[in-house]
């Protein structure tokens, strides 16, 4: 009997220790995030290990990489975080991320992984992340019953869309569902710059920070159209959360919004469907282009600790696995980083997407956003979001006085 006791005890005992904590610092807060990321917790329990939470709200994530700082400097880093484009480079060469994979694991990434993704996931050809999906950026997303009501097709230009606008506010409509916030600024603003002027325009402005193009007229002319869209904002928008403006468009109290497809997971994680109670397309003149951003989990160093280390790659299988980057993804919005997931489930937005994702690939049409720090460095983007939100907001500045700021302000970064 008390050898029958002892077996059992140390059963426990060995389960219990088998269980590892795998802290993860993230941003997703909204209701569609959340679902997304029970998704992951249940895929790693199923491996016999936790997901501890460790949540930071802001759309963004600029105080969740303030607390990762906090804690990475102080020798107490969770597990992993989450890190979107340069910032995991950042993160790599100042020696807080790790590369705890298998070869195994490495061969089968290289093989399924778009490059544009490798190379924000890299670092001296190590993965220090692991990518988990592809968010278009260049979508609009329409409310149809106002556009029905008053008989309106949707814009495919931005001449078009001001037109449709003025139609939508005579009618008492918002024509725009936007939130207050600099990154949300930014995104509107990448949109405009791609459909006004085109891609090259777009690599110049953003990728090179070209003094030539920063400065130009058509610079200024994109920035004096980027104010007449704030006519077609409520005046309630100042710091609204993006969800926010999501439940505005889902109401029928705004027609348009100007986001990128996890405005889509929100609302279908609400009941809502594509081409019934909401149409994807894409922001005005950007129709050839694809502006992506993907979300990684970098993971942190954890000075040999062999059991975190397990964790760790743990967490790196479920985020890897096929099953569940299509879980994940339906209800993230997103597609899946992995190319060969099939889509055949998938609801029809995502499916052109992933269409669309592999022709701009194919193209030279796959552009970096600046606005979810794919396309440039913290410093940089934290320059344009300053820049960008300080004009959209105060009216009294001209476009000749934004883009001397804005071009003053790189050009002193770069020295």
Known sequence: MLKTLFVITLLLVTTHVAAINVEV??????????????????????????????????????????????RAIAGNPPGAALLEGKAIEEWARLGFLSSPYTPEQTIEWDQVLPPA?????????????????????????INPKPFAK??????TTWDEFFVVADKLQAAGYIPLAHGGQAWQD???????????????????????????????????LVLEKFR????????????????????????????????????????????DRPGKEFLCVLAPGTQDYFIYNTDSFAILQQNGNPVMVSGQRHLADV???????????????????????????????????????????????????????????AQTKEIFFHVLNY??????????QAVQQLNTALIAVKS
């Open 186 to 220: 930014a995104t509107v603003f990448e949109n405009l710059l791609l459909g006004m002027e085109g891609g090259e325009f777009y690599r110049q402005v953003f990728m090179e920070q070209r003094s030539s193009a920063i400065t130009s007229a058509k610079m200024m």
């Open 25 to 70: 610092l993230h941003y997703w807060t909204s209701s569609s995030e959340q679902a997304a990321l029970r998704s992951v917790k249940q895929a790693l329990a199923e491996k016999g290990d936790n997901w501890q939470d460790f949540a930071i709200a802001g759309g963004a994530g600029e105080s969740a990489y303030s607390v990762l700082q906090t």
């Open 319 to 377: 985020l890897m696995d096929k099953q569940f980057q299509v879980t994940f993804n339906q209800l993230k919005g997103s597609i899946p980083a992995r190319m060969d997931v099939s889509l055949q489930d998938f609801d029809s937005c995502a499916q052109q997407s992933s269409k669309a994702f592999r022709q701009a690939e194919a193209s030279g049409k796959l552009l970096p956003s600046m606005a979810h720090s794919m396309a440039t460095d």
């Open 150 to 155: 008053l008989k309106l097709a949707v814009p």
């Open 117 to 141: 993704l490798k190379t924000n996931i890299k670092y001296h050809d190590e993965y220090v992340a692991v990518p988990v999906n592809i968010h278009r950026i260049n979508w609009m997303w």
């Open 391 to 400: 004009f959209f907001t105060h009216p009294e500045q001209t476009p000749q």
């Open 228 to 271: 007449q869209i704030k006519r077609y904002i409520d005046p309630d928008a100042a710091n609204r959360p993006w969800h926010e403006s999501v439940e505005m468009l889902r109401s029928g109290k705004a027609a348009m919004m100007i986001m990128g497809d996890w405005a889509k997971g929100e609302m279908m994680q609400d009941g």
